[in-house]
């Protein structure tokens, strides 16, 4: 062998043996997953918390080649694997529970719950918070609400300069779709909870609701109508759509599709089953209406 080719083998060795070498494993996964990479470690992890049910986590897990693959999906599942594990719920206690304990515990404060001068922005820092949804006054566009996904519903008067918090008061503060009838502004819809978490995962990313709020007042105050959850129940909205000519509303939501013809105090189910994500009324026909349905974003490999 020519001795250029056995330096170059004397200085891999060393660089073979520590990118071989595992990282450590906690010690309640030590005996399941200590023979096997750390990725390997995080597919079989996953797939434990989600049943069995991701696929693709099971095809990188038996195919570890997948991984170098362009375009197989590894990069985007394992930053899916990062969000999920890094808002992950402590040993025995749902992020659900978690958060209703926050809001007690927030409802027991004696401090108000907004105008705090002494708050400002200091992020994002490694991760921005997302917006959901948004939803204009019909006649006068400097008015603006704003649904996001784990920080409430938000209004703005001046055309989107200024926000100013709604919903801290609520037990859910997740907002799925927010819509604003056209004819009374006065009247907001807020479907908490979002249509995309993880029910099955328990691990925090399940950004979940309380049901269908309503406001009479452009969002100074909220009620529960018909369509209420309990946090445990993983219910989230898609979209809330109204029919301007008769006023006849659906809001998608991770059970099904939903009808209200009182301005959204009340609602019947018109169809089970799915997750809808959008709703359309065809225009000029208030008899026809276009949904979009599919699976969790997370097991829908």
């Known amino acids: 062998m020519p001795t250029a080719s056995i330096r170059r083998l004397v200085w891999l060795a060393p660089l073979a043996w520590l990118l071989s070498t595992p990282a450590p494993v906690p010690a309640q996964t030590m005996d399941r997953t200590s023979a096997i990479a750390p990725a390997e470690a995080i597919v079989a992890d996953r797939l434990e918390e989600l049943g069995g049910f991701s696929t693709i ?23 899916s694997q990062w969000f999920a594990q890094t808002r992950r719920a402590p040993a025995g206690r749902s992020a659900a529970q978690l958060r209703r304990d926050a809001w007690q515990a927030h409802r027991a404060r004696s401090t108000p719950a907004r105008g705090d001068a002494g708050w400002f922005t200091i992020g994002p820092a490694t991760l921005s918070g997302r917006c959901t949804d948004l939803s204009f006054h019909p006649s006068d566009a400097s008015v603006v609400y704003m649904g996001t996904a784990g920080g409430g519903l938000w209004k ?3 055309g989107g300069d200024t926000w100013a918090p709604l919903t801290d008061d609520l037990p859910s503060i997740a907002v ?49 109508t018909s369509l209420s959850y309990g946090q445990n129940q993983t219910h989230g909205f898609g979209e809330i759509a109204v029919e301007p000519t008769t006023g006849v509303i659906l809001a998608g939501a991770t059970d099904g599709l939903w009808r209200s013809t009182d301005d959204g105090a009340s609602w019947t189910m018109v169809q089970s089953g799915g997750n809808i994500y959008d709703v359309e009324w065809k225009p000029g026909d208030a008899n026809t209406v276009y949904i979009a349905r599919g699976r969790d974003p997370f097991q829908n490999f």
């Open 156 to 158: 703005s008067t001046d």
């Open 176 to 224: 799925g779709a927010v819509e604003v009838l056209p004819s009374d502004p006065n009247v907001v819809l807020l479907g908490t909870g979002e249509a995309n978490g993880v029910p099955n995962a328990g691990n925090g990313a399940d950004v979940f609701g309380v049901g269908m709020y309503r406001s009479t007042d452009a969002g100074a105050t909220w009620n529960t």
């Open 57 to 79: 986590g099971r095809r990188f897990l038996e195919q570890p080649e997948l991984r170098n693959e362009p375009g197989s999906g590894w990069k985007p599942w394992m930053r």
